[in-house]
């Protein structure tokens, strides 16, 4: 059974959250935009009516959100005033209380995505580290992870290229996972992901270490501008292999974008390369290839400012894109982050997708040193 003492702390947390947002000046906010969309000449221009419609149901959704658990904490005082009255029981008083923390906490978190890309979607790319089999075995792993993870979010997740290793396992896949604040959470899973067991592909039963990187960058759309040279793009075209009818077979709709990219601190250049084998149609394919170009340039451009910000600030604690960030012991029931020191014994559900610990914990750590 709850205290007196917990109900007070949620409901002085829910009072906290409606000055944090600011309900009472989105709610006007709200009133205005919607009223825009009413002028007769809304629909003439459609990219930016789009945009209006996207700003409107952004408002509107903190608004109802913050509504939704406000209530679940009133229903909860009003369960604790009524087990007095012995007109409820302990544990419904108690499932009150946990589901108004849980919808709490969840909105809360979101309060700390506040840079503008954090509201996007995400790609999310995997890459096998060296190791051959094991380590192309742990990259399927993980993509089984983060397509649980989005499944559980209610996100969209769509592969838009994948390389099958040798015998077991991928070596490299990337997906689009599609949703609000897809990016905003999942950008705490940049970096070098290792795993420990003993390896059903080891015939000695040796304990093995493997490594797979993930990659994740904002998923952008026509309503971001990036600059793009089109005389720096040049496209091979090939078969897509897999899983996917004779048609994918025998024609070449698979796509190879080579995009010549210079850094403009530097003046080095690099290419950067995207494969897609998605669509059955090569124009398909073509046209999420320069999606996926856009927003890698879209990220970079957001790593320079980081980078500069860096400088500036240069006290403060940074995370190296790069950088192994978490280790998945199997043998030992363990999976530890080691830039939060977070960690849990449930490795099962942690490969089911529950990742939410590890992505709060993260963001409760290092989002504020995000701010501009």
Known sequence: MITAEQLKDIKERVDALRRYLDIDAKTIQLEEEQLRTQAPDFWDDAKRAEEQMRLVKGIEKWIVDYKAVAALVEETEIAFDFFKEEMVTEEEVDHNYARATEALEALELRNMLRQE?????AVLKINSGAGGTESQDWAS???????????AQGYKATISNLQEGDEAGIKTVTMEIEGDFAYGYLKS?????RLVRVSPYNAQGKRMTSFASVFVTPLVDDSIEV???QSKISWDLFRSGGAGGQNVNKVETGVRLRYQYTDPDTGETE??????TEGRKQLENRENAMRLLRSQLYDRELQRRKAAQAKIEAGKKKIEWGSQIRSYVFDDRRVKDHRTGFQTSDVGGVMDGKIDGFIKS???EFAGNEEE
């Open 141 to 151: 792993m993980l993509m089984r992870l983060y397509l649980r993870y989005a499944e």
């Open 189 to 193: 899973e940049n970096g070098v992901h």
């Open 362 to 364: 993260y963001l409760m």
């Open 271 to 276: 290419e950067i390369l995207i494969e897609n």
């Open 117 to 121: 890309e954090d509201s996007m979607s």
């Open 227 to 229: 600059n793009i040279d």
